[in-house]
């Protein structure tokens, strides 16, 4: 089970590394609205730049705390706790612009892995 864990905060790290730093100019089939880049997505939510800062920051902050709870388990609760936070404001976002569900997907995935890691890391789930 414990590799399996370390696979999801891997994924996630890779993963939201690659939103934030490779992919945040670029349009894909998962943005909102059509966004072609990150800014754009943050103005069909309605939000600032400030505000995709500030959540692009917290993401990858909880991120890099994922990765590093590998080698320093206590880390994995706080962490996996905020990424499935950010996740279910993503998915809220998605849902408040009415996007078609399949664009919430990805978060989707992203916050059940947040919620395993959590699980794990309490001992809810061995």
Do not use: C
Request: charged content about 15%.
């Amino acid at each position: 089970m414990e590799d399996l864990v370390t696979a999801a905060k891997i994924i996630l790290f890779v993963s939201i590394v690659n939103v934030w730093f490779f992919r945040a100019s670029r349009g894909t089939q998962w943005r909102a609205g059509g966004a072609g880049n990150m800014k754009e997505e943050f103005k069909v939510y309605g939000l600032s730049e400030t505000m995709m800062y500030a959540v692009g920051f917290l993401k990858v902050l909880s991120a890099i705390g994922l990765i590093v709870s590998i080698w320093f388990p206590a880390l994995a609760i706080p962490a996996s706790a905020a990424m499935g936070f950010l996740m279910v404001g993503a998915i809220w976002m998605h849902l408040k612009v009415k996007d078609p569900l399949k664009k919430a997907l990805p978060a989707f995935l992203f916050l059940l892995l947040s919620v395993f890691i959590w699980l794990y890391s309490t001992g809810f789930i061995q």
